[in-house]
């Protein structure tokens, strides 16, 4: 990430939840963490903000977040749930944000239909080991991949 996206991250992390402050009552977010056949873990590098993160984002006004969670792993990895899509919990993200909600669901059963191109929101993408992730994972993405993985004690907070 460049010095300057580093330093304009806060006003347009700011910028973007007051808009969505002024259009919905609640922020819902979905994140998904999908699993392959080696138990390695699929992660996403965005251009406008630190860190990697498990695919998602925000659920818009009229979608369901199934709707929500497949638009959001395809643009994002070209993941196609295949079988079963598991709720893991609801987070409260007070991070992002007093009205911020993120669920998490665990994808084992799935298919990519080609090679993730990274684009202006996806910098960088891949699978990792749970015991071998980027030294700049977000801390809730750690949270939640020891929850599911390695039986962590679930927290109520992102």
């Known amino acids: 990430m460049t010095p300057l996206r580093r330093a304009l991250e806060p006003a347009i992390r700011r910028a973007m939840h007051a808009y969505w402050r002024l259009s919905r009552g609640m922020t819902l977010g979905v994140r998904a963490l999908v699993v392959n056949a080696a138990g390695e873990v699929f992660l996403v590098k965005h251009s406008y903000v630190a860190g990697w993160h498990l695919p998602g984002g925000g659920v818009e006004p009229g979608e369901t977040w199934m709707d929500a969670l497949r638009r959001?792993?395809?643009?994002?990895?070209?993941?196609?749930?295949?079988?079963?899509?598991?709720?893991?919990?609801?987070?409260?993200?007070?991070?992002?944000?007093?009205?911020?909600?993120?669920?998490?669901?665990?994808?084992?059963?799935?298919?990519?239909?080609?090679?993730?191109?990274?684009?202006?929101?996806?910098?960088?993408?891949?699978?990792?080991?749970?015991?071998?992730?980027p030294a700049d994972a977000t801390p809730g993405t750690r949270a939640r991949i020891a929850e599911v993985l390695q039986g962590a004690p679930v927290s109520a907070r992102w």
């Open 72 to 133: 959001e792993l395809h643009e994002e990895g070209r993941i196609v749930p295949g079988g079963e899509v598991t709720l893991h919990g609801l987070f409260y993200n007070a991070r992002v944000s007093r009205r911020d909600h993120v669920a998490v669901f665990v994808v084992r059963d799935f298919r990519q239909d080609g090679a993730p191109v990274p684009d202006r929101e996806i910098v960088a993408h891949g699978f990792f080991a749970p015991g071998a992730l």
